[in-house]
């Protein structure tokens, strides 16, 4: 258990709707990562935010959006889904920004149908 | 621009065999970080080995082991005996940077599966 925590674990959603992700960090964790897992695009970084701050984004679509919290926990939304939005999203978390370990939650996977 | 590559698709064993995990990185930096993780049947990503490329010590713990070396851009998984347990994808990664800055990005290579039969 790397005590990162994410919900929901699943979603099973129908295209053109909006949903919602929600991480929880490691406790004393600064550092917000999210990632995107797909068979075709493997694991691909979204964007990070450290400290309530956005830090760095990836290849992030217009239609996802994030935000870190005072309490820092992070949400992910996920706008106008496509079927090709499906895959597995992970939090990641770290103690600072930079190059510290990122340990990893357990996933929430996405169905959209 | 960086990049991570691990060639083997898909690796299979038998059990207590030894096995190594290629990965061959491409960056202009002087000073990055390698990492791998491992995703199990079950999906998680556990963090194995953090590298900073100072550090080219080999580095051992247990039954896994690390071999770095910057001549080649190589920074390579062993696992020695190896159990039915291990069976997952194997993830070598690369810290991103945009010149004297760290983005925190990881840039992952495509994984190996390993699947240890018994």
């Known amino acids: 258990d790397s005590g990162v925590t994410q919900t929901p674990k699943h979603l099973i959603t129908a295209t053109g709707q909006r949903v919602t992700l929600r991480c929880s960090p490691r406790s004393g964790d600064l550092s917000v990562y999210w990632y995107q897992q797909s068979l075709d695009q493997g694991l691909q970084f979204l964007i990070h935010y450290y400290n309530g701050e956005e830090r760095a984004k990836g290849n992030i679509l217009e239609r996802f959006s994030a935000q870190q919290f005072p309490d820092l926990h992070s949400e992910l939304n996920l706008s106008s889904l496509e079927l090709g939005d499906s895959a597995l999203y992970f939090c990641?978390?770290?103690?600072?920004?930079?190059?510290?370990?990122?340990?990893f939650g357990p996933g929430t996977r996405l169905l959209v149908l | 621009a960086q990049k991570v590559t691990q060639a083997q698709t898909e690796i299979s064993v038998v059990e207590k065999e030894d096995v190594t995990l290629d990965c061959v990185y491409e960056?202009?930096?002087?000073?990055?970080?390698l990492f791998w993780y491992k995703q199990p049947p079950s999906g998680e990503l556990v963090f194995l080995i953090r590298r900073n490329s100072f550090d080219e010590q080999n580095e051992i713990s247990g039954r896994y082991s690390w071999n770095f070396q910057k001549s080649t851009s190589s920074f390579n998984f062993t696992i020695t005996a190896s159990q039915v347990v291990d069976s997952a994808v194997y993830f070598c990664a690369l810290s991103e940077s945009l010149g004297s800055s760290n983005t925190g990005k990881l840039i992952f290579g495509q994984g190996t599966t390993l699947q240890v039969k018994p």
């Open positions: 990641a978390s770290s103690a600072l920004a930079g190059v510290e370990t990122q340990y």
């Open positions: 960056t202009r930096d002087t000073t990055y970080y």
